[in-house]
Protein backbone atom coordinates (compact mmCIF):
# COMPACT_ATOMS: atom_id res chain seq x y z
CA UNK A 1 0.00 0.00 0.00
CA UNK A 2 1.29 3.39 -0.78
CA UNK A 3 2.46 5.43 2.48
CA UNK A 4 1.67 8.80 0.78
CA UNK A 5 -2.13 7.53 -0.23
CA UNK A 6 -2.44 5.66 3.07
CA UNK A 7 -1.44 8.98 5.45
CA UNK A 8 -2.71 11.01 2.67
CA UNK A 9 0.63 13.16 2.90
CA UNK A 10 0.79 16.64 1.75
CA UNK A 11 4.08 18.55 1.58
CA UNK A 12 4.18 22.58 0.39
CA UNK A 13 6.86 25.40 1.43
CA UNK A 14 10.41 25.72 0.26
CA UNK A 15 11.72 22.67 -1.11
CA UNK A 16 15.38 24.11 -0.20
CA UNK A 17 14.06 24.77 3.58
CA UNK A 18 14.25 22.45 6.66
CA UNK A 19 11.97 20.05 6.83
CA UNK A 20 9.17 20.56 9.43
CA UNK A 21 6.49 17.21 9.92
CA UNK A 22 3.23 18.16 11.80
CA UNK A 23 1.53 15.67 13.36
CA UNK A 24 -1.40 15.99 14.86
CA UNK A 25 -3.33 14.76 17.80
CA UNK A 26 -6.04 12.77 19.08
CA UNK A 27 -9.37 13.35 17.14
CA UNK A 28 -8.10 15.58 14.58
CA UNK A 29 -6.46 15.49 10.69
CA UNK A 30 -3.88 17.83 9.46
CA UNK A 31 -6.49 20.66 9.02
CA UNK A 32 -5.95 21.83 12.28
CA UNK A 33 -2.29 22.98 11.06
CA UNK A 34 -3.86 25.25 8.21
CA UNK A 35 -3.36 28.68 10.13
CA UNK A 36 0.91 27.77 10.98
CA UNK A 37 1.41 26.03 8.02
CA UNK A 38 1.25 29.24 5.89
CA UNK A 39 3.86 31.00 8.36
CA UNK A 40 5.98 27.76 8.55
CA UNK A 41 5.94 27.61 4.77
CA UNK A 42 7.28 30.40 4.25
CA UNK A 43 10.85 29.70 4.72
CA UNK A 44 10.62 25.89 5.79
CA UNK A 45 9.55 22.57 3.65
CA UNK A 46 6.09 21.48 5.58
CA UNK A 47 4.67 17.73 5.67
CA UNK A 48 1.31 17.26 6.47
CA UNK A 49 -0.28 13.54 6.91
CA UNK A 50 -2.88 11.97 8.33
CA UNK A 51 -2.65 8.87 11.38
CA UNK A 52 -4.24 6.18 9.30
CA UNK A 53 -7.85 6.71 10.77
CA UNK A 54 -7.90 9.65 11.10
CA UNK A 55 -8.43 12.63 8.31
CA UNK A 56 -8.53 11.46 4.53
CA UNK A 57 -6.56 8.64 5.17
CA UNK A 58 -6.69 4.90 4.04
CA UNK A 59 -9.37 3.27 6.95
CA UNK A 60 -9.05 -0.23 5.36
CA UNK A 61 -5.28 0.00 6.79
CA UNK A 62 -6.47 0.87 10.50
CA UNK A 63 -5.87 -2.21 12.53
CA UNK A 64 -6.89 -2.03 16.00
CA UNK A 65 -4.11 -4.22 17.74
CA UNK A 66 -1.35 -1.61 15.76
CA UNK A 67 -3.15 1.14 17.18
CA UNK A 68 -3.75 0.62 20.73
CA UNK A 69 -0.41 1.70 21.66
CA UNK A 70 1.59 4.66 21.03
CA UNK A 71 4.29 2.74 19.15
CA UNK A 72 1.87 2.23 15.74
CA UNK A 73 1.20 5.79 15.53
CA UNK A 74 4.92 6.31 15.83
CA UNK A 75 5.43 3.54 13.36
CA UNK A 76 3.43 5.89 11.41
CA UNK A 77 5.31 9.15 11.63
CA UNK A 78 8.19 6.98 11.24
CA UNK A 79 7.09 5.47 8.04
CA UNK A 80 6.03 9.20 6.08
CA UNK A 81 9.61 10.12 7.06
CA UNK A 82 10.90 7.08 4.98
CA UNK A 83 8.60 7.69 2.15
CA UNK A 84 9.73 10.78 1.90
CA UNK A 85 13.28 10.30 2.36
CA UNK A 86 13.16 12.95 5.38
CA UNK A 87 16.56 13.55 7.04
CA UNK A 88 17.27 15.65 10.26
CA UNK A 89 13.99 16.84 10.01
CA UNK A 90 11.84 18.42 12.83
CA UNK A 91 8.81 17.04 14.03
CA UNK A 92 6.01 18.80 15.33
CA UNK A 93 3.62 16.67 17.50
CA UNK A 94 0.77 18.12 19.03
CA UNK A 95 -0.46 16.49 22.69
CA UNK A 96 -0.26 13.20 22.22
CA UNK A 97 1.49 13.11 19.29
CA UNK A 98 4.50 15.53 21.42
CA UNK A 99 5.00 11.62 23.03
CA UNK A 100 4.52 9.70 19.62
CA UNK A 101 7.13 12.34 18.30
CA UNK A 102 9.39 10.71 21.32
CA UNK A 103 8.89 7.43 19.95
CA UNK A 104 9.42 8.12 16.41
CA UNK A 105 12.95 9.75 17.24
CA UNK A 106 14.36 6.90 19.16
CA UNK A 107 13.39 4.65 16.29
CA UNK A 108 14.75 6.60 13.33
CA UNK A 109 17.09 9.65 14.68
CA UNK A 110 18.47 9.88 11.27
CA UNK A 111 15.57 10.96 9.75
CA UNK A 112 13.87 13.30 13.09
CA UNK A 113 16.79 15.41 14.28
CA UNK A 114 14.57 17.55 16.75
CA UNK A 115 11.25 17.49 18.35
CA UNK A 116 8.74 20.39 19.63
CA UNK A 117 6.38 19.57 21.69
CA UNK A 118 3.06 21.81 21.33
CA UNK A 119 0.65 20.71 24.79
CA UNK A 120 2.31 17.88 26.13
CA UNK A 121 1.40 15.16 28.21
CA UNK A 122 3.31 12.00 29.24
CA UNK A 123 0.92 10.83 31.77
CA UNK A 124 -2.38 12.43 32.51
CA UNK A 125 -3.14 10.92 35.90
CA UNK A 126 -2.30 12.28 39.20
CA UNK A 127 -0.25 10.36 41.56
CA UNK A 128 2.26 11.03 44.24
CA UNK A 129 4.52 13.93 43.26
CA UNK A 130 2.94 14.36 39.78
CA UNK A 131 0.05 15.88 38.66
CA UNK A 132 -1.39 15.05 35.09
CA UNK A 133 -4.47 16.85 35.96
CA UNK A 134 -7.06 13.90 36.15
CA UNK A 135 -7.69 11.33 38.50
CA UNK A 136 -7.83 7.56 37.73
CA UNK A 137 -11.64 8.39 38.24
CA UNK A 138 -11.82 11.28 35.90
CA UNK A 139 -10.06 9.07 33.08
CA UNK A 140 -12.61 5.88 33.82
CA UNK A 141 -15.35 8.41 33.54
CA UNK A 142 -13.94 9.98 30.82
CA UNK A 143 -13.65 6.72 28.67
CA UNK A 144 -17.08 5.40 29.54
CA UNK A 145 -18.83 8.61 28.05
CA UNK A 146 -16.65 8.70 25.61
CA UNK A 147 -17.46 4.79 24.48
CA UNK A 148 -21.33 5.22 25.27
CA UNK A 149 -22.37 8.52 23.49
CA UNK A 150 -19.24 9.78 21.34
CA UNK A 151 -20.84 12.44 19.68
CA UNK A 152 -22.41 14.05 22.98
CA UNK A 153 -19.22 13.26 24.44
CA UNK A 154 -17.41 15.10 21.30
CA UNK A 155 -20.18 18.41 22.23
CA UNK A 156 -19.51 18.18 25.59
CA UNK A 157 -15.66 18.14 25.41
CA UNK A 158 -14.57 19.57 22.42
CA UNK A 159 -15.23 23.57 23.89
CA UNK A 160 -13.54 22.28 27.19
CA UNK A 161 -10.33 20.79 25.54
CA UNK A 162 -10.42 23.92 23.43
CA UNK A 163 -11.07 26.60 26.16
CA UNK A 164 -11.89 29.54 24.45
CA UNK A 165 -15.17 29.89 25.49
CA UNK A 166 -15.86 34.11 23.71
CA UNK A 167 -14.66 32.23 20.47
CA UNK A 168 -17.26 29.38 20.42
CA UNK A 169 -16.41 28.78 16.76
CA UNK A 170 -13.13 27.25 17.96
CA UNK A 171 -14.88 24.67 20.19
CA UNK A 172 -17.28 24.08 17.18
CA UNK A 173 -14.55 23.19 14.57
CA UNK A 174 -12.84 21.07 17.23
CA UNK A 175 -16.26 19.10 17.98
CA UNK A 176 -17.05 18.54 14.43
CA UNK A 177 -13.24 17.04 13.59
CA UNK A 178 -14.29 15.04 16.56
CA UNK A 179 -17.53 13.99 15.25
CA UNK A 180 -15.86 13.28 11.86
CA UNK A 181 -13.95 10.45 13.43
CA UNK A 182 -15.44 6.60 13.29
CA UNK A 183 -16.53 6.10 17.04
CA UNK A 184 -14.90 2.67 17.09
CA UNK A 185 -11.41 4.46 15.95
CA UNK A 186 -11.79 6.80 18.50
CA UNK A 187 -12.34 5.02 20.90
CA UNK A 188 -9.10 2.78 20.51
CA UNK A 189 -7.43 5.71 19.97
CA UNK A 190 -8.67 7.89 23.17
CA UNK A 191 -7.50 4.59 25.28
CA UNK A 192 -4.18 4.59 24.09
CA UNK A 193 -3.76 8.80 24.72
CA UNK A 194 -5.40 8.37 28.43
CA UNK A 195 -4.05 5.62 29.46
CA UNK A 196 -0.36 5.93 28.48
CA UNK A 197 2.71 6.30 30.88
CA UNK A 198 5.71 7.83 28.78
CA UNK A 199 7.47 9.76 31.73
CA UNK A 200 10.10 6.99 31.61
CA UNK A 201 10.81 7.79 27.69
CA UNK A 202 11.53 11.08 28.37
CA UNK A 203 15.20 11.05 30.14
CA UNK A 204 16.34 9.14 26.93
CA UNK A 205 15.69 12.21 24.70
CA UNK A 206 18.90 13.56 23.39
CA UNK A 207 17.73 15.69 20.14
CA UNK A 208 16.85 19.81 20.82
CA UNK A 209 13.61 19.96 21.93
CA UNK A 210 11.24 22.84 22.25
CA UNK A 211 8.15 22.54 24.85
CA UNK A 212 5.22 24.89 24.24
CA UNK A 213 2.43 25.09 26.66
CA UNK A 214 -0.15 27.93 27.10
CA UNK A 215 -0.48 29.40 29.84
CA UNK A 216 -3.96 27.90 30.60
CA UNK A 217 -4.97 24.30 29.71
CA UNK A 218 -7.82 21.55 31.01
CA UNK A 219 -6.01 19.17 29.58
CA UNK A 220 -1.86 19.41 29.79
CA UNK A 221 -2.10 22.16 33.21
CA UNK A 222 1.10 23.95 33.45
CA UNK A 223 2.47 21.21 36.14
CA UNK A 224 2.89 18.99 33.14
CA UNK A 225 4.83 21.37 30.94
CA UNK A 226 7.70 22.31 33.81
CA UNK A 227 7.70 17.91 34.44
CA UNK A 228 8.08 17.63 31.02
CA UNK A 229 10.97 20.60 30.77
CA UNK A 230 12.54 19.23 33.56
CA UNK A 231 12.64 15.93 32.51
CA UNK A 232 14.36 16.10 29.04
CA UNK A 233 18.02 17.47 29.27
CA UNK A 234 18.63 20.97 27.62
CA UNK A 235 14.67 21.35 26.54
CA UNK A 236 13.50 24.87 26.04
CA UNK A 237 9.81 25.72 27.65
CA UNK A 238 8.02 28.60 26.63
CA UNK A 239 4.80 29.43 27.66
CA UNK A 240 2.46 31.07 25.13
CA UNK A 241 0.09 33.69 25.88
CA UNK A 242 -2.89 31.40 24.88
CA UNK A 243 -5.53 29.90 26.50
CA UNK A 244 -6.62 26.10 25.50
CA UNK A 245 -5.39 22.30 24.79
CA UNK A 246 -4.91 23.74 20.85
CA UNK A 247 -2.99 26.83 20.17
CA UNK A 248 -2.68 26.54 16.61
CA UNK A 249 -5.93 27.31 16.51
CA UNK A 250 -6.12 29.77 19.00
CA UNK A 251 -2.85 31.40 18.93
CA UNK A 252 -1.47 30.85 15.37
CA UNK A 253 1.00 33.07 15.21
CA UNK A 254 2.38 32.74 18.55
CA UNK A 255 2.87 29.32 17.67
CA UNK A 256 4.26 29.35 14.28
CA UNK A 257 6.66 32.02 15.44
CA UNK A 258 7.41 29.97 18.50
CA UNK A 259 8.58 27.12 16.40
CA UNK A 260 10.22 28.91 13.25
CA UNK A 261 12.20 30.50 16.10
CA UNK A 262 13.39 27.28 17.14
CA UNK A 263 14.00 25.92 13.84
CA UNK A 264 16.50 29.14 12.77
CA UNK A 265 18.23 28.37 15.74
CA UNK A 266 19.05 24.38 14.73
CA UNK A 267 20.45 26.46 11.69
CA UNK A 268 22.58 28.93 13.57
Known amino acids: ?22 AHGFGCDQNMWRLVEPALAKDYRVVLFDYVGAGRSDLSAWQEERYSSLEGYARDVVEVCEELDLRDAVLVGHSVSAMVGVLARAAAPERIGSLVMVCPSPYYIDEDGYRGGFTAEDIDELLESLESNYLGWSAAMAPVIMGNPDRPELGEELANSFCATDPD ?29 CEQDAIAPREVGAYVHSAIPGSELVTLAATGHCPQLSAPEATASAISSFVADLER
Open 1 to 22: MSIQRRNNIRVSGRTSGRTVVL
Open 185 to 213: IARVFARTTFLSDSRKELADVTAPTLILE
